[in-house]
């Protein structure tokens, strides 16, 4: 009794939220930034060809695009243009370099009765955007009825087979599992194979973690591409419901807006892919002193401190001193700016070129109120390295004052047993030095 009670006052809940959407009406002004999908018509019928197979029905919408097609800032060529190791570096997977080229990839995103997956989650929707020849065709699978499940996954599996591998968004996590489990429930256990795969969300957060509200898909979207989705696009947490009323009714009005939010993801996926695969191509010499080939299209600063950190973070030591010293020349937030100089720092400290650092600490240092590592970090270079007791007492003096600022407790009190330790061996050191 109490869960038909939840049940019905979510489906109340859920059809309030519907009411305040704003109407399926295509907004034409917004047409040269948003790309978009197959038209709407304005019957109740599904877009596409239902497709009849011995194993039951399901309905095929088909969409051709010229490469030329531009989809926010980018052609869908220009994902083409790129070498296939870049997407290689970006997926931890060399099969992707050796799979024959971008071309060969598939872009898929599904629509899903449930957002925590599971076996009970069915993948209601598939979409599949592929090039073929001189265009990207995008095929999406749209199940009918549950019953006829197998007939969309057989159709599905048979046109990805020709496919070298996936590149999705938060696929690793929920796309590809979900696909997975819904085939061995079909007996096509394995049917997508162990080919490479490329999933965005992960280099996206590389680069735009703390710098938007989130990193999903939508936010992507208004926030790096100034891409504007019409009237026609839909919340994704209400689609799950939106199909489960669809199979009441089959009003397929709503279900063209979830096809269409479908369209729009998997676009996206392509213009993000090349935006991704452009700054993380971005050249670097790799001989010191490490200096950056001018690239097609400057990246911002941002843009080359995070690429400075990846480049740090897999071993690639002078293409991450270039990407921060290049971060540095332009215009950094604070935070950022602190981040790269102790990063900067930190590299050349590892490589014992502590001469070099120095600059950084002393930058560090100039704006820093409650940190103590840039002022040890040079306290210990002239005291150990440089051999300049001098500076290394007017180093130590700083760091204490920086401490005497912070509040009572243990760790102020082990800093200032640490730093007096320091003062005094370098005092006794001077004494002895003047003996």
């Known amino acids: 009794m109490a869960a038909d009670l939840r049940t019905r006052l979510q489906r109340i809940k859920l059809q309030k939220i519907r009411r305040q959407l704003p109407p399926s009406v295509p907004a034409a002004a917004l047409q040269p930034r948003a790309a978009r999908g197959p038209r709407l018509d304005e019957d109740d019928a599904l877009p596409g060809l239902r497709v009849d197979t011995p194993l039951g029905s399901f309905q095929l919408i088909e969409t051709s695009y010229d490469l030329e097609f531009q989809h926010g800032p980018k052609r869908l060529a220009d994902l083409l243009s790129h070498d296939p190791a870049v997407a290689a570096r970006l997926a931890r997977d060399e099969k992707l370099a050796a799979s024959g080229g971008l071309a060969g990839l598939a872009f898929i995103d599904t629509e899903t009765t449930g957002l925590a997956g599971g076996a009970g989650t069915l993948a209601f929707l598939v979409g599949v955007g592929r090039c073929d020849g001189e265009r990207f065709v995008l095929r999406q699978y749209f199940l009918l009825d549950p019953g006829h499940e197998e007939a969309l996954l057989t159709a599905l599996v048979t046109d990805l087979e020709t496919r070298t591998g996936w590149v999705t968004y938060n696929g690793r996590a929920f796309d590809l599992p979900l696909l997975e489990t819904r085939l061995t429930m079909n007996r096509q256990r394995g049917a997508l194979g162990q080919r490479p795969h490329l999933d965005l969300l992960t280099p996206t957060r590389r680069l735009y973690r703390g710098r938007l509200p989130s990193c999903s898909l939508g936010d992507i979207e208004r926030g790096v591409f100034k891409i504007v989705r019409d009237q026609d696009d839909v919340p994704g947490y209400l689609i799950p419901q939106m199909y489960v009323d669809y199979l009441r009714t089959r009003r397929a009005d709503e279900m063209r807006r979830v096809i269409y939010h479908n369209t729009i993801d998997i676009l996206s996926m392509v213009t993000l892919a090349?935006?991704?695969m452009d700054v993380f191509a971005t050249p670097f010499a790799a001989a010191r002193p490490a200096r950056r080939a001018q690239p097609?299209?400057?990246?911002?600063?941002?843009?080359?401190?995070?690429?400075?950190?990846?480049?740090a973070d897999n071993a690639r030591p002078a293409e991450a001193e270039a990407a921060f010293r290049s971060a540095l020349e332009g215009r950094l937030a604070l935070d950022d700016r602190r981040l790269a100089l102790t990063r900067l720092a930190a590299l050349l400290k590892r490589q014992e070129r502590r001469a070099e650092a120095v600059t950084a600490w002393?930058?560090?240092?100039?704006?820093?109120?409650?940190?103590?590592?840039?002022?040890?970090?040079?306290?210990?270079?002239?005291e150990w390295h440089a051999r300049d007791l001098a500076q290394a007492a007017a180093w130590?003096?700083?760091?204490?004052?920086?401490?005497?600022g912070w509040p009572a407790g243990w760790q102020r009190a082990d800093a200032f047993s640490q730093l007096q330790h320091r003062q005094q061996r370098i005092k006794d050191k001077r004494t002895a030095a003047a003996g």
């Open 362 to 382: 002393e930058q560090l240092a100039s704006f820093t109120v409650d940190d103590l590592n840039a002022f040890v970090e040079l306290a210990k270079y002239y």
């Open 396 to 404: 130590t003096e700083r760091a204490l004052g920086v401490v005497a």
């Open 274 to 276: 090349a935006h991704l």
């Open 296 to 311: 097609a299209s400057e990246p911002a600063p941002e843009d080359l401190l995070r690429l400075a950190c990846w480049h």
